[in-house]
T-cell receptor, first 109, second 118 residues
Framework: QQQVKQSPQSLIVQKGGISIINCAYENTAFDYFPWYQQFPGKGPALLIAIRPDVSEKKEGRFTISFNKSAKQFSLHIMDSQPGDSATYFCAAGFQKLVFGTGTRLLVSP | GAVVSQHPSWVICKSGTSVKIECRSLDFQATTMFWYRQFPKKSLMLMATSNEGSKATYEQGVEKDKFLINHASLTLSTLTVTSAHPEDSSFYIC??????????????FGPGTRLTVL
């Protein structure tokens, strides 16, 4: 009940394209769903987060779509740029978070 | 705002020695701090949760006598890796949480500490 499944494991997108990463959780009591971006040798940085009372949240080029009934949420990166190349982690939980396995995104110039 | 620092950023030590890693919330008071371990190209693995002034809660499989955690104030938590061995080499990351920090009380992560045990 504590797993968060993330896919794909890796993703290559052309510059200007849309990057989509998906996550699925099991515990219906989770009430906080953040996405983190991590560059090599650095700590994760919060990108965007959503609570289950809304179905979508947009901040700049980043959008979270949330489907409570399906227990799934996804990150969309619009107009992907080479600087977006990083590892992305979804997470779910309350105060304590369960992390997904990560997606390595490469945006080709 | 919501800055978390870690010190040192990297450390190399000999097998059998102990290493202390500090985690500080610089501009907010963290009621709870979390310690994670991350292996290369892997996800973050929660090691323990520490609340200010109380004993840390360790995740299953984490040796509490090897990884000593102290959360003496609302802005400082320390992780001490005791009698370190090469298998303890890893990237250690802390995060700080406050019910009033950030936009929704989210967790903010430190930059991590790379530990290499020779």
């Amino acid at each position: 009940q504590q797993q968060v499944k993330q896919s794909p494991q890796s993703l290559i997108v052309q510059k200007g394209g849309i990057s989509i990463i998906n996550c699925a959780y099991e515990n219906t009591a989770f009430d906080y769903f953040p996405w983190y971006q991590q560059f090599p040798g650095k700590g994760p940085a919060l990108l965007i987060a959503i609570r289950p009372d809304v179905s979508e949240k947009k901040e700049g080029r980043f959008t979270i779509s949330f489907n409570k009934s399906a227990k799934q949420f996804s990150l969309h990166i619009m107009d992907s740029q080479p600087g977006d190349s990083a590892t992305y982690f979804c997470a779910a939980g309350f105060q304590k978070l369960v992390f997904g396995t990560g997606t390595r995104l490469l945006v080709s110039p | 705002g919501a800055v978390v620092s870690q010190h040192p950023s990297w450390v190399i030590c000999k097998s059998g020695t102990s290493v202390k890693i500090e985690c500080r919330s610089l501009d907010f008071q963290a009621t709870t701090m979390f310690w994670y371990r991350q292996f290369p190209k892997k996800s973050l693995m929660l090691m323990a949760t520490s609340n200010e002034g109380s004993k840390a809660t360790y995740e299953q499989g984490v040796e509490k006598d090897k990884f000593l955690i102290n959360h003496a104030s609302l802005t400082l938590s320390t992780l001490t890796v005791t009698s370190a061995h090469p298998e303890d080499s890893s990237f250690y990351i802390c995060s700080a949480y406050s019910g009033t920090s950030g936009r929704n009380g989210e967790q903010f992560f430190g930059p991590g500490t790379r530990l290499t045990v020779l």
